[in-house]
């Protein structure tokens, strides 16, 4: 049973989706992930701008004019999203938390998939995999993967992006796209990332939240670690103590996925996703 508040943030995140699909993210995700190939569709009569190389000499010397083949891009793709909720993923100092965060933007992904017939599943993880919905079509199974993504609450605390990984391969047995949504606050996953590489499309969208970043001199502060339930106190005035109290910083995350040949967006949770995913799409359009 859905409690009153998962309704209504399933509702808000619909809102603000649809509203963000209408700025042509859609297409964006269409260009940047292509499909397998492209199928014949039709043959019909050259137009003034067809390509010249499209022209089907056998059917155009029959017809004693000019016709071109036509075709349509096979698609066929599967998107599958891996989402943190780990401890940390609790954590927000601004406007959202990083799950909040993550729901929004995995529910853009998800629609833009459906939007370009794509088929969508999901892998919740922590410490271990909380929830997996197997990648299906259209827009009701996208909705399912949101209300997931807001209701489920998960066992594990801590993060294994290496279990997570794990799980994708065995579960994802062509190949397809897999975007990775977390605070990437683990280690020793690289291997497990680069093996993961060499079968899928695998983007890491990073999400950092500014104070993670930033940490104030403050003098002597009592903090908890979200994933293990620890608690200490520490000196923020030193400069090596707010040095060693950063979370995973963003370069080295991005080294790490540097080196497994894996594409990463860092997301500060305090500012709006749409248009950096957009210049991200974009940007590995160009290259590509």
């Given at each position: 049973?859905?409690?009153?508040?998962?309704?209504?943030?399933?509702?808000?995140?619909?809102?603000?989706?649809?509203?963000?699909?209408?700025?042509?993210?859609?297409?964006?995700y269409h260009a940047v992930f292509k499909g397998r190939g492209m199928e014949f569709s039709e043959v019909r009569e050259y137009q003034p701008g067809d390509d010249v190389r499209d022209i089907d000499w056998n059917v155009t010397a029959r017809m004693g004019a000019p016709f071109v083949k036509k075709y349509v891009e096979e698609r066929d793709l599967t998107l599958f999203l891996l989402v943190d909720l780990s401890g940390s993923q609790r954590f927000g100092s601004r406007f959202l938390l990083k799950r909040d965060y993550a729901a929004e933007l995995a529910a853009v992904l998800a629609f833009s998939a459906v939007a370009n017939n794509d088929r969508v599943g999901a892998a919740l993880f922590t410490d271990r995999v909380e929830q997996y919905v197997p990648p299906a079509g259209g827009r009701e199974h996208a909705l399912r993967i949101v209300r997931d993504l807001i209701a489920v609450e998960p066992e594990g605390r801590g993060t294994s992006l290496e279990e997570a990984f794990a799980f994708t391969r065995r579960v994802m047995k062509r190949r397809g796209i897999v975007a990775v949504i977390s605070d990437f606050q683990d280690a020793g996953y690289e291997r497990a990332l680069g093996i993961l590489r060499r079968r899928h499309d695998v983007i890491a969208l990073h999400l950092w939240d500014p104070r993670?970043?930033?940490?104030?001199?403050?003098?002597?502060?009592?903090?908890?670690?979200?994933?293990?339930?620890?608690?200490?106190?520490?000196?923020?005035?030193?400069?090596?103590?707010?040095?060693?109290?950063?979370?995973?910083?963003?370069?080295?995350?991005?080294?790490?996925?540097?080196?497994?040949?894996?594409?990463?967006?860092?997301?500060?949770?305090?500012?709006?996703?749409?248009?950096?995913?957009?210049?991200?799409?974009?940007?590995?359009?160009?290259?590509?």
């Open positions: 049973m859905l409690t009153r508040e998962t309704l209504e943030k399933i509702r808000r995140i619909q809102i603000r989706t649809r509203t963000i699909l209408d700025t042509g993210i859609v297409g964006s993670e970043q930033e940490i104030p001199a403050a003098g002597l502060v009592a903090l908890e670690d979200p994933e293990t339930g620890g608690r200490f106190v520490v000196d923020t005035s030193d400069p090596g103590v707010r040095r060693r109290l950063r979370a995973v910083t963003l370069e080295a995350t991005r080294e790490t996925c540097r080196r497994a040949a894996v594409d990463v967006l860092p997301l500060s949770i305090a500012e709006p996703y749409d248009r950096p995913l957009t210049s991200f799409f974009r940007a590995r359009e160009r290259r590509r």
